[in-house]
């Protein structure tokens, strides 16, 4: 065998390791926290029903005994409501940026805008706590006159939203692009404006494209910690309205794990928090496939 055939094989060979090595190891993540997260249901015998609905959260930290209540329903709303607002405050501004970037000044739009959006990932998260916690904070109490000194879903809602807005614009923006300029050139024979062109024509024909960067802009929403329980209030109450305190599973998990007693019952409630984060990450991902094979077809 030749020494290029050699080459090729080795190459392929590496290839194939590092992706089953990669398998390997997002599947035994998976049956790690499967093993420990499913013992507040075999080990304490709570039910899957007291975890997602029950606002009961009193585990007691123990190894061997359980008798405590283990209702995440205020850190489950409290991750819905944060993401849910972030989702809403950051699509229309990452599409308009999109837009902005891809249609309207697609020259110096993508040379100067795209890079200064996708600074934004790079920055650490403690940084955008940080910033949450000594500028939005007190402008939400001292406007509002909001609760907890300003501590609220929409301070946790804005940070996420600036937070994910990279995300969403980088994704939006690449399939704007894919669409064939042939699809412009025919709306524009046709009469159309460049309005009626975009949000007729090319926004229709990106709407897949639009939803993956969607979907990966909430799934890391869903996923962050630091800065959410910064500026969130960890309260366990169920937010009366956005300008209310309250907690959510990362801020939880992130606040409590190191100070619980390993097997105890509040350590395996946080493990099926945690469960339930990679459950959610996992119904991410197969919706973004899901989109991207439809894109493809």
């Known amino acids: 065998m030749s020494e290029r055939f050699r080459k090729e094989y080795a190459g392929r060979g590496l290839v194939t390791i590092c992706g089953l090595l990669i398998i390997a190891i997002t599947l035994a993540i998976g049956a790690f926290l499967i093993y420990q997260g499913t013992g507040t249901f075999y080990k ?29 329903a205020v850190y489950i709303a409290g991750s819905l409501m944060t993401c849910g607002l972030a989702l809403l ?55 509002f006159h909001a609760k907890m000194g300003g501590y609220s879903v929409l301070a946790a809602g804005i940070v996420l939203a600036v937070m994910i807005f990279p995300t969403i614009t980088t994704v939006a923006a690449d399939s704007i692009r894919s669409v064939p300029d042939y699809y412009r050139k025919a709306a524009y024979g046709l009469g159309s404006t460049r309005w009626q062109t975009i949000y007729k024509i090319v926004l229709p024909a990106a709407k897949t494209g639009i939803l993956t960067g969607v979907i990966l802009g909430l799934s890391r929403a869903f996923g962050e910690a630091l800065a959410v329980a910064m500026v ?34 509040q350590n395996m409630a946080l493990w099926t928090m945690a469960l339930l984060l990679y459950v959610i990450s996992m119904i991410f991902i197969v919706l973004i496939h899901a989109l991207g094979k439809e894109r493809k077809e």
């Open 44 to 72: 304490f015998h709570h039910s899957l029903f007291e975890f997602l609905f029950s606002s009961d959260w009193s585990p007691m930290d123990n190894a061997t005994e359980g008798g405590g209540s283990v209702g995440s």
């Open 89 to 143: 405050i950051a699509t229309p501004f990452a599409i308009g940026a999109a837009v902005f970037m891809t249609e309207i000044s697609p020259k110096w739009g993508t040379r100067l805008l795209q890079p200064a959006v996708e600074i934004f990932v790079g920055i650490p998260s403690v940084v955008y706590g940080w910033i949450g916690l000594t500028i939005l904070v007190p402008f939400i109490r001292d406007v």
């Open 232 to 265: 969130i209030g960890k309260t366990r109450a169920f937010p009366k309205n956005i300008l209310s305190p309250t907690n959510n599973l990362t801020a939880a998990i992130a606040a409590d794990m190191g100070n619980s007693a390993s097997g105890g019952e």
